[in-house]
Nanobody
């Protein structure tokens, strides 16, 4: 059974940084694309970033380009999201996502984590 467990969320001041981690278990994920979504209160869940299985291609939402960096360590079955220059509008629950298809991982991933709260104070 696939399991995704996020960590690293918390409270940070505007302009600060956080690094989220997502550990995957249940099978070998080196051939899977992985990504991050977020959902703010009262809003729909939105795509944030994704990374191809070999780490060679990354994709970002326009709202986070230049501030967030996605990376992965296939030996650890872990994907990371380094978030810099955080803004209050980045406040949301952040969800890890997994799918064999890079297009689906940015739209309708087959697997989700339980989410981790990120709160950015002004």
């Amino acid at each position: 059974q696939v399991q995704l467990v996020e960590s690293g969320g918390g409270l940070v001041q505007a302009g600060g940084s956080l690094r989220l981690s997502c550990a995957a278990s249940g099978r070998t994920f080196s051939s899977y694309a992985m990504g991050w979504f977020r959902q703010a209160p009262g809003k729909e869940r939105e795509f944030v970033a994704a990374i191809y299985w070999n780490g060679g291609n990354t994709y970002y939402a326009d709202s986070v380009k230049g501030r967030f960096t996605i990376s992965r360590d296939n030996a650890k079955n872990t994907v990371y999201l380094q978030m810099n220059s955080l803004k209050p509008e980045d406040t949301a629950v952040y969800y890890c996502a997994l799918d064999k298809n890079i297009v689906l991982v940015t739209t309708r991933p087959g697997y989700w984590g339980q989410g981790t709260q990120v709160t950015v104070s002004s």
